[in-house]
Structure formats: structure tokens, C-alpha cells
């Protein structure tokens, strides 16, 4: 037997994809809910779906195996639910007759109560359920679900480690209940809530889980100096506890900065930080710090938000670094697997084409076993893996599916005159009401209309080659001219032609692209049930051919009134899609941009003279840390103007962005400098015309007046109210429109709301001295 002092080196993850190889978990779930299969026969599958993920990595060669990442709907949800954080409308009887549909009450709403709200998971693409708290909180501990997987993972012969989100970053993401008094923060409930975490480690231990890892991705964001005090006084309480697991903090998605020497200086036992990214700065540091003696790392070397297959030369020299810095490493994907599809050889395309590319969570897998091996026993043991793995970058680097010279060529011609338009704002808004002689706060929507079952089953049909092309453009224009005769019926300004043609904002020009490419199985979870597929940007990105001009015009074709161009901006496109890791994402964009670029020209020329480009994700793909910020709005607002630069004058731009937390991101909405952008602005009660205001915000201005999300037709006071909020900080310059798109209402909403619309913009008109 060999022994050394080298530390032990193990190999982890932080968690894996829930769903199965076939999406057993998503018709489970919808089954269940549709009352065909029962409690059991979903609590069965589920048990089966977990212990094949155990299986999975175990016989991948992990170490050390994640319990209670499995969720039946979301983790945040399933922690909310631990901690007894159930607001009273979903307790209340009548709700459900059981803890499992209470569960999902809270999640989906029931007629007689709304679910939590959904917001998105840092800056990736799933969504969390956002807890409501307040000070009448009563914190009780239900310890079943880890203790339950723990159990059943020991049953199968696994010793895990749960999983379960921290209690900083628990209170961080939840937000006021709506009785909460004025100022109330969910932080304020610290104590208490660490009081039953300290009881869960108890529960823990007592059924001899070895450790714990508590999520705390917060600590990647910039946190005042009292916040991470807190946080230390909460985790030097939880490790005082006598007989409790071993504590592993996980942060993750960036780098921890100013959370380091406090995460260093507390008396937990482990640390799990990524590795990949902008989180590389961690490594330095850590070494800044002198490592992290007595205690257990782990270190995120492969990254666990994105489908390429790791450089396994470059992530080995970061672990060797590493080693000793702590008492042991384990080697382990960035951040739970759930950001990534489960099997890359479910692609059999893909793998044709791009034999060793990818790496989805099955991959990443052996992944992090050749470096533990690499790391325990020298590079020269696994020199033929890292062989073939630096002879998969060279392919790409050379492919000719990944570099189009003409794309690089053009790219680099840009000298910035592309960047602007040829006249200032000021010309631009003369130069459009004379075309356009539109009345003041014109009315319009913002691209689609409600997308029937019958409208999705002609997709699906065309996708199976059951319709010919022809039959489908039928359709189609079918679909299109009766969208804009419901337009002009009710009397909107400018119309749109509906977006019937189109599955997904992104996926649909994904796949008109060059560079792009489509899984067939590369589902990943949005929420809940929710899966999408993101495209893969594989190489240098152009456009091949118009992608919605044959549409655009025939809609126009069909009316006097204007309508709108609508395509996907560059910022959007990447954010939902899986982007390269072999260029800045600056210079994707600017490829993206420059395809859209010809796409507007093209617009233009055809007589499409009012073109909106959407950049729904603008904020969401925020970096996490204010430092990084700045660099992207440059790139982020460059690549939109580059999109839109070339259109004349008389061409009016308009933008499109979703709900979020605008106050980031207000100069570069200014920036962007389109001729008309419109924002939701419903929920948050106009909130957004006051701070776009102050920001001096100087172009034209629709806030969304309905808010979609909900079927409630809004009446013509409460529009003609937001209205007039509008006009007071904007006058002239305002637009009516609801605040997104339309695609997911039913047409009885749509017809009553837009009614209601159009009427309160006519009364404002008569009614304000604009
Ligand atoms: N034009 C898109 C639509 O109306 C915009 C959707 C979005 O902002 N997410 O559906
Ligand atoms: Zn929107």
C-alpha cells in the first residue's frame, strides 16, 4: 500500500440535470397534473429517475455524489418549502387536499391563489420561485425531502452529499410579502432563519450525513461590507453546533471577492468556487489569500454552464496550482450540471460532424474523472486524453465550420461610422412624422399574437414533412392577413404581422444562420416543466438569406397602416443561446449584428420603413459584478447599433425589452439611441417613465399599459391612467402598447384588451394639450 502526504483529490459535482434521458421528470409532472397518472405513480418515477442519476455518476467514477438537487419543480421552491416559508393564501384550506399539491399551488397558482413570482437564476436561463417573507414569517423546519434522498441514495449504496440552498442567499433572492410594512427585508430574518438550519444540520447528522453543501451564490455578488459580516456571524453559528455535518459552501457563476477572506477566516470545513470564466480571477485570489489550510476545495474546473468540451491541458495546470493550497480538492464542474444538457451522444448529428466537441453533463463526467486522475497521478498517466482533447481545439481552431473568412474580414473592416445613424434623433423624429403621420401616443403591440393550438399543430406538421412548403405559406398567410385585418379593426396605428411563422424569438433565427447549429435532445430546464433547447453558436455567424422579409412584406402587402419589421437582437441572441468559448462574446455579437444589419437594409428596401429589433435579455445577461459591467453595455449597446446604424432617417427603430430592473441599464437604453423603445411597465405601475425620465432618456417612449402575464383584460381607465403618467414626463413622445408580446393570451383577451387600448389612447389625445 502507498501512502503519502499528498492531499486526497476527489472528483464531485454540484448537482445534475433532473429530468431523464427521455424527459420522464416534465411528463411526470405534466401527467400528474392532468390527472392521469396519481401522487404514487409520479413519486415513483421520480425515485426511479434519481436513482439512475446516482447511478449515472457513479459509474462515471465520482467520489462523492450531490443529493437533494432533484427537485420536482425548483430548488429554491423545495428550500422555501423546508424552511416552512408558505405564505398564508397557499395554506389556506381548500388549496389542496396534500402537502404535494400545496407544493405545486405554490408554484402554479390554483384558481383561489396566485403562484410565487418567477425570476431568473442569477444570469443563466432557469427560474426560481421567489419566496415571500415578511416579519409574521414563522420558520418550521420539514427536513423530509434531503433527509429522504439522502436515505434512498444510502439504500442504493451511495453516500451523499444534500444539497440545499444557503440561508444568506435563501433570504437575498426572496422577496417582501405583500403585507410586509414599508422597509421590511427579507435579510431581517437572518437569526431565526439560521436558528433552523442549525436544527437541520442536527437532523442531518443524526442520520449520518458526512456533509453538507449550502448554496451561496450571492457571495458572487457585490455585497456591502455589513452583508458579508452577517454572513459570517451566520455560518461561525452554524459551525459551532457540535454534532452537525461538515459544512461546504458553495459559490458559484463568478468570482467571490471581497467574500473571500471572510470565507477563508470562517470556521466552515469546505469551499466549492468556479474556476471557468470570469470566475478565472478566483485562482489568483485564492493564492492572494495563501490558500485555504484545514480546509477542503473544490474546485470548479470545467464549466458547468456551457456545452463544450473542456480544455483539459489548461483546466489540469489550473488543479495543479491548487493542490496544496488546500487539505484536499476535488475536481468538479463550476456549477450544478443543470444549466446543461444530459448526453451529448444523444446527438448522433452533431457527433458526426463535430466528433469530441461537445461535452454535455454526462461528458463533463469523465471530464472531471481524467483530471483527477491527471492531478493524483501526473499528467504522463492521462497524456492520451489530454492528447486528444488539445487535438479537439485544434479541429475547431482550423475548421472551416468555425472560421468563414469573409465573416472575420468584414468584422474587422468596421470602423465605427457604422455605429450611428446618418442623422441625429432630432431629424430622425421630424424626418419620420412627416412619412409616417402617425397621430400622437400611436398605437401598436409588440410583434406576436396568440399562437393557437392550431397555428402550433401546423408547425409541428410541417416539421414532420406531413405539409409541403407551399401548403405551410398558405397557412401562414392565412395566419398573417386575418392578424392584420383583427388590427385594423380595432384601429392600432402600427401593425404587426403576428409572428405565427415563428417557434422561439432566438430558434428561429438560429436556424436561418450560418454558425448556428440545433440539438435534438439538448433539452435544458427553463422552470418547472419547462424545457427549451438552445442553439449552439458553433462559428462565424452570416445570413445566408433573408430570414423574415418574405413575411414582413406580404403582411404589408395587405394594408395601408405601416407594418413593423421584427427581429431578434444580438444581445438576446446569445444570451439564449450556447455561446462559443473561443472568441470574446463582443465578437459574436458583432457577427450577429452585422447579419442583422443586412437583414434591416433589406427591410428597408422592401418598404419596410418601421422595424423593431428585441432585446429582451439586455439586463438579464448583466454581469454579476459591477466591475464587469461597464465592458459589456459597450459591447452589448455597440452590437445593437451596429444592427441598426445603416436605416435612413425616415426608418423608424424601435427596441423591445422585458420586465427587469431597468436602473442598471438606463444609459445604455439611451445609448442605443432607437427611435422608439417600448418596456414592461405594467406590473411595476409606470415606475420605469420617471426613472427614464431623470435619466434624461430623449427619444420616444412606449411603457407597457397591460401587463400580459396575466389573462385580467385591463379596463380603459386604468390604461388611460398609465397613459397620462406617461404623457406628464414624455408628452408627445409616448407610444401605447401593451408590455410584451401576445403570443401566449387567448384572442378574446387580446380583442377586449387592445379595444380598451386603443380607445384610452384616443382619449388621452383628446384629453391632453400634447
Ligand atoms: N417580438 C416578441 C413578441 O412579441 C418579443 C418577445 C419578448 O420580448 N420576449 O413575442
Ligand atoms: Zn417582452
Not at 202 to 224: F, H, K, M, N
Amino acid at each position: 500500500m502507498i501512502t503519502t502526504d499528498a492531499p486526497s483529490i476527489g472528483a464531485t459535482v454540484l448537482g445534475y440535470p433532473r429530468q431523464g434521458d427521455k424527459r420522464q421528470l416534465k411528463k411526470a409532472t405534466e401527467a400528474y397534473w392532468a390527472g392521469r397518472i396519481d401522487a404514487d405513480e409520479l413519486t415513483r418515477t421520480c425515485r426511479d429517475l434519481r436513482r439512475r442519476r446516482w447511478e449515472e455518476q457513479a459509474a462515471a467514477g465520482l467520489d462523492e455524489l450531490p443529493s437533494n438537487d432533484f427537485s420536482l419543480y425548483d430548488h429554491v421552491l423545495d428550500t422555501a418549502w423546508m424552511l416552512g416559508a408558505i405564505p398564508p393564501r397557499h395554506r389556506a384550506d381548500g388549496v389542496a387536499d396534500n402537502d404535494l399539491d400545496r407544493y405545486f399551488a405554490m408554484a402554479r397558482g390554483t384558481a383561489e391563489a396566485e403562484p410565487l413570482e418567477m425570476t431568473k437564476w442569477f444570469d443563466t436561463n432557469y427560474h426560481y420561485l421567489v419566496p415571500e417573507l415578511g416579519p409574521q414569517t414563522q420558520f418550521v423546519l420539514d427536513p423530509g425531502k434531503p433527509l429522504a434522498e439522502f436515505t434512498e441514495a444510502r439504500e442504493a449504496g451511495h453516500l451523499t452529499r444534500p444539497v440545499i440552498v444557503g440561508p444568506l442567499s435563501f433570504l437575498l433572492l426572496s422577496k417582501p410579502a405583500a403585507d410586509a410594512p414599508e422597509g421590511f427585508e427579507p435579510l431581517q430574518l437572518l437569526d431565526e432563519v439560521v436558528e433552523v438550519y442549525a436544527e437541520l444540520l442536527g437532523v442531518l447528522d443524526r442520520a449520518g450525513v458526512p456533509w453538507v453543501q449550502l448554496d451561496e451564490p450571492c457571495l458572487v455578488t457585490d455585497l456591502s461590507a455589513e452583508v458579508l459580516e452577517r454572513f459570517a456571524a451566520a455560518y461561525r453559528r452554524l459551525s459551532e453546533i457540535a454534532d452537525r455535518p461538515k459544512i461546504m459552501i458553495a459559490g458559484y457563476f463568478d468570482r467571490l471577492g471581497s467574500a473571500w477572506p471572510v470565507l477563508a477566516g470562517s470556521p466552515i470545513d469546505g469551499l466549492a468556487i468556479d474556476l471557468t470564466g470570469p470566475a478565472a480571477g478566483n485562482l489568483e485570489e485564492l493564492t492572494r489569500l495563501g490558500g485555504l489550510p484545514g480546509k477542503r476545495l473544490v474546485a470548479g474546473l470545467v464549466d458547468g454552464r456551457n456545452i463544450w468540451s473542456a480544455d483539459l491541458s489548461a483546466a489540469l495546470d489550473v488543479g495543479r496550482q491548487l493542490v496544496g493550497l488546500a487539505d484536499r480538492v476535488d475536481v468538479a464542474a463550476s456549477c450544478s450540471l443543470l444549466h446543461v444538457p444530459l448526453d451529448a451522444t444523444a446527438e448522433a448529428e452533431l457527433q458526426s460532424s463535430y466528433a469530441g466537441w461537445f461535452a454535455f453533463a454526462r461528458q463533463k463526467l469523465d471530464e472531471l474523472v481524467v483530471l483527477r486522475r491527471g492531478l493524483r497521478e501526473g499528467a504522463a498517466a492521462v497524456a492520451s486524453e489530454l492528447e486528444s482533447s488539445d487535438a479537439v481545439r485544434a479541429s475547431r481552431a482550423a475548421s472551416p465550420l468555425v472560421t468563414d473568412p469573409l465573416v472575420r474580414a468584414r468584422a474587422a473592416a468596421i470602423d465605427g461610422t457604422e455605429l450611428a445613424r446618418s442623422a441625429a434623433y432630432s431629424t430622425r423624429r421630424a424626418a419620420q412624422r412627416d412619412r409616417w403621420q402617425l397621430p400622437d401616443v400611436a398605437t401598436t403591440t409588440i410583434g406576436s399574437f396568440p399562437q393557437t393550438s392550431a397555428l402550433r399543430r401546423m408547425r409541428a406538421k410541417r416539421l414532420r414533412g406531413e405539409i409541403s412548403a407551399d401548403d405551410y405559406v398558405d397557412a401562414m398567410r392565412q395566419e398573417i392577413a386575418s392578424v392584420i385585418s383583427e388590427q385594423e379593426e380595432l384601429g392600432l396605428d402600427v401593425l404587426v404581422h403576428g409572428e405565427p411563422e415563428r417557434n422561439d424569438m432566438v430558434q428561429y433565427f438560429a436556424e436561418q444562420l450560418n454558425g448556428f447549429l440545433a440539438t435534438r435532445q439538448g433539452w435544458v430546464q427553463s422552470y418547472g416543466s419547462r424545457y427549451v433547447r438552445p442553439p449552439i453558436i458553433v462559428g462565424d455567424v452570416s445570413r445566408p438569406e433573408p430570414m423574415t422579409v418574405g413575411w414582413s412584406t406580404y403582411a404589408q402587402s395587405l394594408t395601408d397602416r405601416p407594418v413593423k419589421g421584427m427581429l431578434t437582437g444580438p444581445v438576446t441572441m446569445l444570451a439564449w443561446s450556447f455561446v462559443r468559448d473561443d472568441q470574446p462574446l463582443s465578437d459574436t455579437a458583432r457577427q450577429v449584428a452585422l447579419a442583422l444589419r443586412d437583414e434591416v437594409a433589406e427591410l428597408e428596401a422592401a418598404g419596410i420603413g418601421i422595424i423593431q429589433v428585441d432585446e429582451p435579455a439586455l439586463r438579464e445577461t448583466l454581469p454579476l459584478r459591477q466591475q464587469d459591467r461597464a465592458d459589456y453595455l459597450a459591447w452589448a449597446v455597440e452590437s445593437f447599433r451596429l444592427a441598426t446604424g445603416i436605416a435612413a432617417p425616415s426608418t423608424q427603430i424601435h427596441t423591445h425589452m422585458c420586465y427587469a430592473e431597468f436602473g442598471d441599464v438606463l444609459q445604455a437604453i439611451i445609448a442605443m439611441d432607437a427611435d422608439v423603445i417600448s418596456l414592461e411597465a405594467a406590473r411595476s405601475k409606470m415606475a420605469i417613465v420617471a426613472d427614464l425620465a431623470a435619466a434624461g432618456y430623449p427619444n420616444e417612449i412606449g411603457p407597457g399599459v397591460w401587463d400580459i402575464h396575466s389573462p385580467r383584460v385591463p379596463t380603459r381607465e386604468e390604461i388611460l391612467d398609465h397613459l397620462r403618467t406617461a404623457v406628464a414626463a414624455f408628452g408627445d413622445r409616448v407610444w401605447a402598447n401593451p408590455d410584451c408580446g401576445l403570443k401566449t393570451r387567448g384572442y378574446s383577451e387580446v380583442r377586449a384588451s387592445l379595444a380598451n387600448l386603443v380607445s384610452a389612447a384616443r382619449l388621452v389625445r383628446e384629453q391632453s394639450a400634447l
